[in-house]
């Protein structure tokens, strides 16, 4: 009676994990969401420990240096705060000429700070997962860029937490265009290389455009998804298909090998976001 | 080993694995903890308790990653009643149990992998980078699996101590 019981109770379990498969995209999505945010804190936790580990590490390693670091920051800071000046001058004169000639359109994202908390559990995708969901005004497919250019784009988003397709995962396309020659084509991430470097290629280039390693790759602004002219990276190589009707590069993708600990997502500048 | 305890220990090693950074030499590769707590768990409870914390790590692996939910739960639960079948044959409670099972379970968690993400178009799978992930698996699971199973017996061996002395 017992085991026929432990019987039913093991079938209904195995019932309910193949069921869990033929669920709808949007109930597994929340269910995953509610799990997230479980587990989330438990994270948090963890990366806050390691976080102080290495803050105690490099304050015991970075006793000596500590001097000639401050005086190197000091020095960087002057000489950007004179680069700001600037830069602040020039757009300003770049938005009275545009708004002279009827160009000027008022930016419409807004950049919503997060903190990557963890990346997958499991090599076989290229992704973060950050600390802002959509009660912070992010939502899926958004692009997300830090100072070193373009991250990826937003996926699954909970409600405190948003995953992040890296650029360097075939998942991620972005339309794209070289700055040098501006050639456009599609970019895909390509996974890793030899080296274990993350790398993306650049597809679909007309066959003649004069290319080269070292170009910059920068998105296309088509789409709608990712703003115009942020840098994706730098060609290192460049080869040409099977079939001879278009050149592809092998891109190392700039914000991906340099990540840092805080990027940016793009959201509309209300706050609510419209879906594509 | 009460259930609270498996479904604690795999969180956290859940969260501590996506936290750790990948071996990108290994076309990345992550060290694999819960596998490696399955197989514990698997080697040291009942059955029942086995396959249970085998789905409960599958939640937990496809929570932590873009996979659509439930897509590892049947290779954990594979996985643990390989382990359950064989324990009466190989287990002795030593490190080569562990470095042997760690290996073999890190490996086929890769071709499981590759052949269901493979099948489904949810992932290209390119042979060079297979190879070398399934090298690396073979190398992170022998390595971890030990060190886990050193790791727990300390713990276990720990909260007996303090609950004898309470």
Redesign the interface.
């Known amino acids: 009676m017992i085991e026929q019981r432990?019987s039913l109770r093991?079938a209904a379990?195995a019932v309910a994990?193949v069921l869990?498969?033929f669920?709808p995209d949007g109930c597994?999505a929340r269910?995953?969401g509610v799990?997230?945010d479980t587990?989330t804190p438990?994270?948090h936790?963890?990366?806050k420990g390691?976080r102080r580990l290495k803050a105690g590490a490099d304050s015991v390693r970075g006793l000596g240096g500590l001097a000639e670091e401050n005086r190197r920051l000091s020095e960087e800071m002057i000489h950007l705060q004179a680069r700001l000046n600037v830069l602040e001058n020039l757009e300003q004169e770049n938005m009275r000429l545009q708004s002279q000639l009827g160009f000027y359109r008022p930016q419409q994202r807004t950049l919503v700070p997060a903190e990557i908390t963890?990346?997958?559990?499991?090599?076989?995708?290229q992704?973060v997962?950050l600390n802002k969901g959509l009660r912070d005004g992010v939502s899926t497919n958004r692009a997300v860029i830090s100072s070193s250019g373009l991250v990826g784009r937003t996926?699954?988003v909970s409600l405190h937490t948003a995953?992040v397709?890296l650029i360097s995962d075939?998942?991620c396309k972005v339309s794209a265009r070289v700055s040098r020659t501006g050639s456009f084509g599609l970019v895909s991430g390509h996974?890793?290389n030899m080296k274990?470097?993350p790398i993306a290629r650049m597809r679909f280039i007309h066959k003649d455009a004069p290319v080269r390693a070292g170009d910059a790759v920068v998105t296309s602004g088509l789409g709608g998804v990712f703003p115009k002219d942020i840098l994706i990276g730098y060609i290192e190589k460049v080869h040409t298909e099977e079939a001879g009707l278009y050149q592809y590069a092998d891109i190392i993708p700039n914000a991906v090998i340099e990540l840092m600990d805080v990027v940016f997502v793009t959201a509309d500048k209300n706050g609510e976001e419209s879906e594509e | 080993m009460s259930g609270l305890f498996i479904i604690l220990t795999l969180m956290t090693a859940g969260a501590v694995q996506s936290l750790l950074p990948e071996w990108r030499m290994l076309s990345p590769l992550k060290p694999p903890l819960l596998l490696s707590l399955i197989v514990y768990f698997s080697l040291h409870t009942s059955r029942s308790r086995a396959l249970c914390a085998a789905v409960v790590a599958g939640f937990i692996h496809d929570t932590f990653c873009p996979a659509p939910l439930g897509i590892s739960i049947p290779f954990f639960v594979l996985m643990a009643m390989n382990v359950i079948l064989v324990r009466k044959e190989v287990f002795s409670d030593r490190l080569l149990t562990y470095i042997i099972f760690g290996a073999v379970g890190a490996v086929l968690q890769i071709v499981y992998f590759a052949v269901v993400l493979g099948v489904t178009g949810l992932r290209p799978i390119w042979v060079g980078a297979l190879t070398l992930r399934l090298l690396g698996s073979l190398l992170a699971g022998a390595l971890i699996c030990p060190l886990v199973y050193l790791a727990l017996t300390q713990i276990r061996r720990l909260i007996t101590k303090e609950r004898k002395r309470v």
């Open positions: 432990n093991w379990a994990v869990l498969f669920l597994t269910i995953k799990l997230k587990i438990v994270q936790l963890f990366l390691g963890a990346r997958t559990i499991s090599g076989w995708w992704s997962r996926a699954e995953d397709l075939p998942a996974g890793v274990g470097y």
